[in-house]
């Protein structure tokens, strides 16, 4: 089956200043990339998605990158700011496929 | 903006107890997932359900748990006998449409903690 592995696991900048996290998938059938944000007593929230078919989304300061031949992905969040602190679970899964795995998680702090 | 609700949003229960935790998901999606996170740990997947029945279930998802779809809105996760590692967060969620094709929206979690 799929396996997720994400890293880092802490991760903490400076106001302004980017975070990028990254993931990698071992399932070739994978085709769907959501990455959620959790924030303290809250589930998953989803902020992005990239699907096979394309290599970068962008959506104002948060990017997803995909590199289907490496079979990793990753998430760029650009002048970050205090309210981005939470922690980030990329996830895998597939079009026909409804067991998506997740990462470990990246608990992201932004310093003000 | 529609939303999974799910209740309790804390369930204490002695070891060996059966508890049912509860979701309601948002009215017009038709598949519904359960997730659990253990403290510190990913989120995994439990079990998906379409049509009345399990489409998917994970390893973890064995003969102590069950799934039910008891009326028209509630979207129920059944644990038989618990056991100390269950302790986790649960999460329910719903989508429009199963696989990837569309978003899966999760409620805000039970915490359950077995004791």
């Known amino acids: 089956g799929e396996n997720v592995e994400q890293h880092p696991s802490t991760l903490s900048v400076q106001e302004g200043d980017s975070a990028v996290i990254k993931c990698t998938y071992s399932d070739s059938a994978s085709n769907y990339f959501p990455w959620y944000k959790q924030e303290l007593g809250k589930g998953p929230q989803l902020i992005i998605d990239?699907?096979?078919?394309?290599g970068e989304k962008k959506d104002q300061r948060i990017a997803v990158t995909l590199n289907k031949t490496a079979k990793h992905f990753s998430l760029h969040i650009t002048e970050t700011q205090p309210e981005d602190s939470a922690v980030y679970f990329c996830a895998a899964g597939a079009y026909n496929n409804n067991d998506m795995r997740f990462g470990a998680g990246t608990r992201l702090t932004v310093k003000p | 903006e529609p939303e999974v609700t799910q209740t309790p949003s804390h369930q204490v229960t002695q070891m060996g107890q059966e508890v049912i935790l509860r979701c309601v998901p948002i009215s017009n999606h038709l598949y519904f997932y359960w997730y659990r996170q253990i403290l510190g740990q990913k989120v995994e997947f439990l079990v998906s359900f379409y049509n009345n029945e399990i489409s998917e279930k994970s390893e973890i998802f064995d003969d102590q748990f069950s799934v039910e779809r008891p009326d028209g809105s509630n979207f129920t996760l059944k644990i038989r006998s618990t056991k100390l590692e269950d302790s986790a967060m649960y999460f329910c969620?719903?989508?429009?449409?199963?696989?990837?094709?569309?978003?899966?929206?999760f409620g805000q979690g039970t915490r359950l903690t077995v004791v």
């Open positions: 990239i699907r096979s078919n394309v």
């Open positions: 969620a719903s989508s429009v449409e199963g696989g990837s094709r569309t978003e899966a929206f």
